[in-house]
C-alpha cells in the first residue's frame, strides 16, 4: 500500500489543523496505521495508532485528548484530528501502515512496513 500524507500548514497556537493520509490499493482496510512525527533535531516519535477497522485507538500521552484518530475504509483515509496544538507540535507528521487484523494497536515505529512522505506542521506562538 502507498501512502499520502496531506493537510499541513502553519497555525497559530490554540488552533486546530486535520491531517490525512490517503492509500493506495484495495486491501487498506486490512491494515492498522500510525501518525508519527518528527520535530527539527529530534527522533520521530509515536502519535496516534488505529486498527484496521478503526476499532481501537492508541495515543501518545501527550496527545490524549487533544488529537483525535479516526479512519474511513471507504475512502481508504485515516485522518489525524489536531486541536488545541502548541509551539511544541511544530513537526513532520508521517502515516505509516501495517497489514494486520489484530485488533490491538502499537507505537513501536518498527512495526509498520509502509511509509508515507511527511507533511509540515508549524505551530506559531
Known amino acids: 500500500v502507498q501512502l499520502q500524507a496531506s493537510g499541513g500548514g502553519l497555525v497559530q497556537a490554540g488552533g486546530s489543523l486535520r491531517l490525512s493520509c490517503a492509500a493506495s490499493?484495495?486491501?487498506?482496510?486490512?491494515?492498522?496505521v500510525g501518525w508519527f512525527r518528527q520535530a527539527p533535531g529530534k527522533e520521530r516519535e509515536f502519535v496516534a495508532a488505529?486498527?484496521?477497522?478503526?476499532?481501537?485507538?492508541f495515543y501518545a500521552d501527550s496527545m490524549k485528548g487533544r488529537f483525535t484518530i479516526s479512519r474511513d475504509n471507504a475512502k481508504n483515509t485515516v485522518y489525524l484530528r489536531m486541536n488545541s496544538l502548541k509551539p511544541e507540535d511544530t513537526a513532520v507528521y508521517y502515516c505509516?501502515?501495517?497489514?494486520?487484523?489484530?485488533?490491538?494497536?502499537?507505537?513501536?515505529?518498527?512495526?509498520?512496513?509502509?511509509w508515507g512522505q511527511g507533511t509540515l506542521v508549524t505551530v506559531s506562538s
Open positions: 505509516a501502515a501495517r497489514r494486520t487484523l489484530s485488533a490491538v494497536v502499537t507505537g513501536t515505529q518498527y512495526e509498520y512496513d509502509n
Open positions: 488505529i486498527s484496521w477497522s478503526g476499532g481501537s485507538t
Open positions: 490499493g484495495r486491501t487498506f482496510s486490512s491494515y492498522a
